[in-house]
Structures are given as structure tokens and as C-alpha cells.
């Protein structure tokens, strides 16, 4: 059987990360790995994202856009 991730782009999302990882987690059937590509946030989106031990968190040192954080995910 393949295993499947879910991957989260992000760039200050404290307001709806929470929402979206819960969601994610609450699924019927468990994805195998999810990942957070922390797109250089200035707000406390890392912070939220670090209680969930379970989520696996890249951090760009830049703001990259969507499609260098969607290959990044893809790289790990």
C-alpha cells in the first residue's frame, strides 16, 4: 500500500492553522506524514505549529512563494 502526506504551505497562518492541522489529524483515514513548510513567518504560526508533535516542520529561511514550498515538501 503507498503512503500518502499532506503538505501545508504557510506564511503567517496563525489564525487558521490550528483549523487546518486539526482538520488533517481528524481525518477518517490517517495520512502518513504531514508537513508544514514554514514559509519564513513573522507572526506565531511556528509557535502554533510546534505543539503538534506529529507534524513535520521545514523552515525556508526566505519567503519563497507557494511553488518553492510545495517542492520543498515534495523534496522530504
Known amino acids: 500500500m503507498e503512503k500518502v502526506s499532506a503538505y501545508i504551505p504557510a506564511f503567517n497562518a496563525e489564525k487558521t492553522i490550528d483549523e487546518c492541522i486539526n482538520s488533517l489529524i481528524a481525518q477518517s483515514v490517517p495520512f502518513d506524514e504531514v508537513i508544514l513548510v514554514n514559509d519564513n513567518s ?4 511556528l509557535n502554533i505549529v510546534k505543539k503538534y508533535s506529529s507534524v513535520k516542520i521545514i523552515n525556508n529561511n526566505l519567503n519563497m512563494g507557494l511553488s518553492y514550498s510545495r517542492n520543498e515538501a ?3
Do not use: A, C
Open 42 to 45: 513573522n507572526d506565531n504560526t
Open 74 to 76: 515534495i523534496r522530504h
